[in-house]
């Protein structure tokens, strides 16, 4: 009995080894297939979408695999060795020396997705507009052309040596996300509901703490409170809203309510634009008004990792002073409401001439800066995984310690509160 029991195992494990490659080379084809039949390459697209930039070839895929696998890991790392030291042993001391911090450490891992996007994924990246200064605090106003646009504003951001202090108005279920999530919160993004009802005092009581004039801020507004074309989840669940319907509502708005009619972008929501200039106007170097554009094709978050789309990424960059915007709630709605009908101008002669006036302001990234953080991060991450994972108990102990903290922290949006004032 014992022989054949024996016998057995060593028959099932025979099987294993010769099945679990196959299976695995199986799996990851039919994969592949999934991936290229939903995103319209290479097989036969009969929708009359146009088509990806480039192919999805099982390079590309691995290729991007790799580098989400790259970026998911040191994230984790660099927020749990370096991000919770200055998001709480710093803020303890400081405020601001814990936001330059936290600035200067995320902003060597944002700069991976630049050196993602266009140095091994070639996608080309053209700023055309004003040759803006790099000011150390800033309001961004964007359209919100598709999920991926507040990743491209790293490119510009990176230019200037300002990617670290970006910070975006989010919707605040984006705050679940695993690792990204706790990010976000180290970060000090302003999570939102998208009601102004429930936003209006919450909003206003964050960005009193950004008044000081001395930390870092590039704070980033989307006044349309939503992406432009469809995002992932329509492929699936063609009842959510979609392009076409969000556009019929915008305008059926501006029809009832004596507004301008736009085509390429949606009607701005000028009460969140308004109190971010109320609170910082004091405080703030300039606001960017940027209009980013997509040669051929917006891309989704998919295309993005894996190289298929976009083929070029066009913003057109409009510095303005401060003292040029109204400064009463009526007359600065109707600068948005202006701003956004120029940018729909800009986009109509965009997809009509494929680019933006006065481009080429800015050089393209240095590749030795870029491989030089990338070989900083990748090292630090590598040595943070070794300590975490073959290292002593007690750094187990502590990134656990950790990931709890993070998680009830980011749940009730707490920050430590400094003890003393540096």
């Given at each position: 009995m014992r022989c054949e029991r024996k016998f057995r195992f060593k028959l099932n494990r025979k099987y294993i080894i010769f099945y679990l490659p196959v299976l695995s080379y199986l799996s990851f084809w039919y994969l592949y297939s999934a991936f290229c039949n939903y995103m319209n390459v290479q097989m036969g697209d009969d929708s009359g979408k146009q088509p990806r930039h480039r192919n999805l070839t099982p390079?590309?895929?691995?290729?991007?695999?790799?580098?989400?696998?790259?970026l998911v890991l040191s994230a984790f790392m660099v927020l749990v060795y370096f991000g919770f030291w200055t998001a709480t042993g710093l803020r303890i001391i400081s405020v601001h020396y814990s936001r330059v911090g936290t600035s200067f450490f995320f902003g060597c891992w944002l700069a991976l997705w630049p050196f993602w996007f266009e140095k091994i994924n070639k996608t080309k990246v053209v700023i055309s507009g004003d040759s803006?200064?790099?000011?150390?605090?800033?309001?961004v106003i964007a359209n919100h052309r598709t999920e991926v646009d507040w990743m491209y504003l790293w490119d510009l951001a990176l230019r200037k040596g300002c990617v670290g202090s970006i910070r975006y108005i989010l919707k605040s279920s984006l705050m679940k996300l695993p690792v990204f999530g706790w990010v976000f919160h180290i970060m000090e993004f302003i999570p939102v509901e998208r009601r102004w009802e429930a936003d209006a005092l919450k909003l206003r009581q964050i960005l009193y703490t950004y008044k000081d004039p001395e930390d870092p801020l590039w704070l980033v507004v989307f006044p349309e409170g939503t992406d432009f074309t469809t995002?992932?989840?329509?492929?699936?669940?063609?009842?959510?809203?979609?392009?076409?319907?969000?556009?019929?509502?915008s305008k059926k708005y501006a029809s009832e309510n004596g507004l301008p009619i736009l085509n390429n972008v949606l009607l701005p929501k000028t009460k969140g634009f308004y109190a971010c200039l109320e609170e910082l106007r004091g405080s703030l170097d300039a606001v960017y008004d940027i209009t980013i554009g997509y040669k051929h094709h917006c891309p989704s978050f998919l295309d993005n990792a894996f190289g298929v789309d976009p083929a070029e990424v066009h913003m057109h960059v409009r510095c303005i002073a401060i003292v040029d915007i109204p400064e009463s709630e009526n007359e600065a709605a109707s600068w948005l409401m202006d701003t956004f009908c120029d940018k729909d101008k800009l986009l109509s002669d965009f997809h009509s001439q494929g680019h933006f006036p006065r481009?080429?302001?800015?050089?393209?990234?240095s590749t030795a800066k870029c491989l030089a953080n990338f070989i900083f991060v990748l090292t630090s991450t590598a040595l943070c995984t070794y300590l975490t994972l073959f290292s002593s108990i007690w750094f187990k102990i502590y990134v656990s310690s950790v990931c709890a903290y993070l998680t009830t922290a980011t749940y009730f949006n707490f920050r430590p509160s400094p003890i003393v004032s540096l």
């Open positions: 390079l590309r895929m691995m290729r991007g695999i790799f580098c989400l696998i790259v803006v200064p790099p000011a150390k605090r800033v309001l995002s992932l989840r329509t492929y699936w669940l063609p009842y959510f809203q979609n392009r076409e319907q969000k556009c019929i509502r481009e080429g302001i800015e050089s393209e990234l």
